[in-house]
């Protein structure tokens, strides 16, 4: 049997602990490089290039053969290996391990909407669910970009629309010329470039969205739009 050590480690807990309290850690002796808080009762683990996730007694949540854990975010983190999914991890920390191999794309890894987009073995861009059920990868996708507020904005071919989560297509006014980009919904409005008969090339950008890791827009209280 593997002996077993006490470290006694203070820390500064989350705020659903009481901070500055000591906790007890039971774990095996390994040499770890890094050691840190992700959630509730969850500490991430590295090992090298290895990460992983245990508990505060040591019990191995997401085990330690994985590059990263993401930040969560509608509850879920991605777990990854470079910009391969191999599963899935809740806030409430449990995780589901992928069969099937995807891929995140560049700037989103993340779940929204209940929905991550992602790309498959043969480079078809889609959607899975945080089970990883699949979505959409045989609609000859181009470009796509999260679920908001229910809809995605995705590119066939030369041209962008908006879909449902039934995939279904959003009708699009009529008369304000060839739609060759847009945003998603937020705050019930969705974002659009467009030519007209008498603007060779108009664009509206909402910085909602388009500066999705500012923390001084994302966190105004409305959108801004030039």
């Not at 077993?4 to 390994?30: K, M």
């Not at 777990?79 to 899935?88: A, F, M, N, P, Q």
């Not at 470009?143 to 629309?161: L, R, Y």
């Not at 060839?178 to 998603?184: A, C, D, F, W």
Request: proline share 4%.
């Amino acid at each position: 049997m593997i002996n077993r050590f006490l470290l006694l480690l203070s820390c500064l807990l989350e705020a659903e602990l009481v901070s500055a309290q000591g906790v007890i850690w039971e774990l095996e002796p390994r040499d770890c490089s890094s050691l840190a808080s992700i959630g509730y009762n969850m500490y991430s683990i590295s090992e090298g290039a290895n990460m992983g996730v245990i508990d505060s007694r040591g019990n191995v949540i997401v085990p330690l053969e994985h590059s990263q854990v993401t930040p969560f975010r509608e509850g879920i983190a991605l777990v990854l290996s470079g910009d391969k999914i191999d599963g899935t991890l809740t806030s409430a920390g449990a995780f589901r391990q992928f069969d099937v191999p995807y891929y995140v794309l560049d700037g989103q890894e993340f779940f929204s909407d209940g929905f991550i987009t992602v790309r498959n073995q043969r480079g078809e861009k889609g959607f899975i669910d945080m089970e990883g059920n699949p979505l959409g990868f045989n609609k000859g996708y181009t470009n796509i970009k999260p679920f908001t507020e229910g809809h995605s904005a995705v590119k066939v071919g030369t041209q962008f629309m908006l879909v449902d989560k039934a995939l279904t297509p959003v009708p699009i006014t009529i008369g304000i010329g060839v739609v060759t980009g847009g945003t998603n919904f937020y705050q019930g409005n969705a974002i659009v470039n467009y030519t007209d008969l008498d603007v060779p090339y108009t664009r509206i950008v909402e910085h909602k969205w388009f500066d999705i890791n500012n923390s001084d827009i994302i966190n105004a209280p409305h959108t801004v739009i030039t």
